[in-house]
């Protein structure tokens, strides 16, 4: 592997690391990263993929006591029990639509202009909630992830999967749907969190399974340095904004959507940045 090809290589797993758990769209930031380095193809859409697994072992490891004490008492422990159907609930309606609709998904929306227009779509459904919660507030009735019905759950899921669009963001969709169904912003947070697990595993095996055709022992470092460094932003990430979500609100993401969105936007018209699509 040449230094150019590792330097984008660390650059994508940098940025998918530190957008993967923010608000603002892993995958559109990759979309267009991978633009403006000319890192694009077919075997960069799997490298895409594969490089979430890579922040989803971040929070494996961040949660490494909590994931261990579930499967230890899967078998047993009816709290336990509750917190794995929970997971497999939220995760079911993305899973799902994703097996159904994910070429179409593919071939029409993952293009910079469209994921600008999702990240301003995007934006302003952040600020409606968040001046919503001002005010109207919703009552919280769920404070942590433990004291979660199926209902919630699933109605988390519901919101994650919004995010089979790229620009969305799964996690911005799955906090934002956490929020309305009355869950407090550290359990949105959290329940996010642990719901990347099987989405961000499932999506990796898959992607590699169908483009095994495509890969070769050759393409190894350029995923072990994108993985690798993913793995370390999204580390610093998650743990950034679990002492964030304490004190502050995504109003800030919102804006920063609504302004990234509209700069894609006009360097596209204006030609000051030639876009791949």
């Keep these: 592997m040449d230094i150019v090809l590792a330097l984008k290589a660390l650059?994508?797993?940098?940025?998918?690391?530190?957008?993967?758990?923010?608000?603002?769209?892993?995958?559109?930031?990759?979309?267009l990263a991978g633009s403006l380095l000319d890192f694009t193809g077919a075997k960069v859409k799997v490298f895409e993929i594969v490089i979430q697994g890579g922040a989803m072992l971040a929070v494996i490891w961040e949660y490494r006591r909590k994931i261990g004490e579930v499967l230890a008492g899967i078998t047993h422990d009816p709290k336990a029990q509750r917190?794995?159907?929970?997971?497999?609930?939220?995760?079911?309606?993305a899973g799902v639509l994703a097996l159904l609709f994910n070429k179409s998904i593919?071939?029409?929306?993952?293009?910079?202009?469209?994921?600008?227009?999702?990240?301003?779509?995007?934006?302003?459904?952040?600020?409606?909630?968040?001046?919503?919660?001002?005010?109207?507030?919703v009552t919280v009735r769920v404070q942590s992830v433990d004291d979660m019905s199926i209902g919630d759950a699933l109605?988390?899921?519901?919101?994650?999967?919004?995010?089979?669009?790229?620009?969305?963001?799964?996690?911005?969709?799955?906090?934002?749907?956490?929020?309305?169904?009355?869950?407090?912003?550290?359990?949105?947070?959290?329940?996010?969190?642990?719901?990347?697990?099987?989405?961000?595993?499932?999506?990796?095996f898959y992607s590699l399974w169908k483009e095994r055709a495509l890969l070769s022992l050759a393409d190894l470092p350029m995923f072990t340095v994108g993985t690798v460094s993913a793995f370390i932003?999204?580390?610093?990430?998650?743990?950034?904004?679990?002492?964030?979500?304490?004190?502050?609100?995504?109003?800030?993401?919102?804006?920063?959507?609504?302004?990234?969105?509209?700069?894609?936007?006009?360097?596209?018209?204006?030609?000051?940045?030639?876009?791949?699509?």
């Design 155 to 204: 109605k988390v899921g519901c919101a994650q999967a919004f995010a089979l669009i790229p620009g969305t963001s799964r996690s911005g969709a799955t906090i934002i749907g956490g929020l309305l169904a009355g869950l407090s912003r550290k359990a949105a947070t959290e329940f996010s969190f642990f719901l990347a697990i099987p989405t961000l595993l499932s999506a990796t």
């Design 83 to 93: 917190f794995a159907l929970n997971i497999l609930v939220g995760f079911v309606p």
């Design 11 to 31: 650059i994508m797993g940098l940025v998918e690391g530190f957008t993967e758990f923010l608000p603002i769209s892993s995958t559109g930031h990759l979309i």
């Design 233 to 277: 932003s999204a580390f610093l990430c998650v743990r950034w904004l679990l002492r964030y979500v304490s004190t502050h609100g995504f109003t800030f993401f919102a804006w920063y959507r609504i302004v990234f969105g509209l700069v894609v936007l006009l360097t596209a018209y204006t030609g000051i940045v030639t876009w791949h699509v």
């Design 106 to 137: 593919t071939a029409l929306l993952f293009h910079p202009v469209p994921v600008a227009l999702a990240f301003i779509i995007g934006g302003f459904i952040i600020l409606w909630v968040e001046r919503r919660a001002r005010i109207n507030p």
